[in-house]
């Protein structure tokens, strides 16, 4: 049985780290385009992207990845993302979609917009999908196995190019969303952006103490802290600036949190277990629910392997005074 003609003919990726890494492992092994050219900053990375076998081309520059694609996904920093678009607006085919995968949106519509000519289709995406993980090595094709992905079209986009483009997130594995961009920065806010933040800030807390060593913050990182800084070995780059283009919505979102945490310290100072527990069995029960929806695995410990119980002799009987 033969397969589906490809959604797109060619894809152009600009930027090839973790998540356009992925795109193009995916998109291959789905067969949804027909071919892929993909361009990076570094040389080295360029290297690497061809020693990987993950394009069909790898070109120097971005202005000439995009030429003669149907498909255009940038897959680089947000604050990067405004003078790539004007690099790239004159030498994109008309009728190509131009999309990115960025974590904050309104800030992409606002420095990409203005540089893509009106023949072109612009429908920005978030895929929510990750880990601390970056460079071309970083990817693998079941990233976004049931991850979703959040499409922001401005207003008045195509909406067959709309669909077109989910139908492409969905054949390489994703759920597909669709909201409007300050929506989006603002549900991002609360469920990427802060636990980001404050896991950067615990992190950095710990290594400032002089009370503690370091080498005790590292031999006794219990679960909790131990995830922390997963989630803060992130890129530095994309997130300094996802919280400089998502200022507004994160700052918010702090200021609650700070609201927050006000009312645990005052519960905390005055011994109120009760207001303790209450918000305790609150929080779990949202805990419960991202298990349910099949957001995360239900397996303890974070579905983490452990040793076997190391196979020592066992010890003697105890043999008390006398016997």
Known sequence: MSKPAPLYNRLALIGVGLIGS???RAARAQGAVGS??????SETTR??????????????????????????IVCIPVGACGPVAADIGPHLM???????????????VRDMAPHLPKTVHFVPAH?????EYSGPDAGFAELFVNRWCILTPPEGQDPAAVEKLAAFWRLIGANVETMAPDHHDLVLAVTSHLPHLIAYTIVGTADELESVTRSEVLKFSAGGFRDFTRIAASDPTMWRDVFLANKDAVLEMLGRFNEDVAALTKAIR???????????????????????????SP??????????LPHEPMPKP???DGD
Do not use: M, N
Not at 36 to 41: E, F, G, L, N, Q
Not at 51 to 66: K, M, P, W
Not at 94 to 108: H, L, Q, R
């Open 22 to 24: 992925s795109i193009a």
């Open 36 to 41: 892929i050219v993909a361009t990076a900053r």
């Open 47 to 72: 290297k690497r992207v061809a020693e990987l076998g993950l394009a069909d081309q790898v070109v120097e520059t971005a202005a000439a990845a995009v030429a003669g694609a149907d498909l255009v």
């Open 94 to 108: 008309p009728g190509a979609t131009v999309s990115d995968v960025g974590s904050v949106k309104g800030s992409v």
């Open 127 to 131: 895929p929510v999908a990750g880990t």
């Open 270 to 296: 005055r011994g109120d277990g009760d207001a303790l527990f209450e918000h305790f069995t609150r929080t779990r029960a949202i805990r419960k629910g991202i298990v349910q929806i099949g957001q995360d």
């Open 299 to 308: 397996a303890p410990d974070f579905g983490r392997p452990h040793p076997d």
């Open 318 to 320: 105890y043999a008390a």
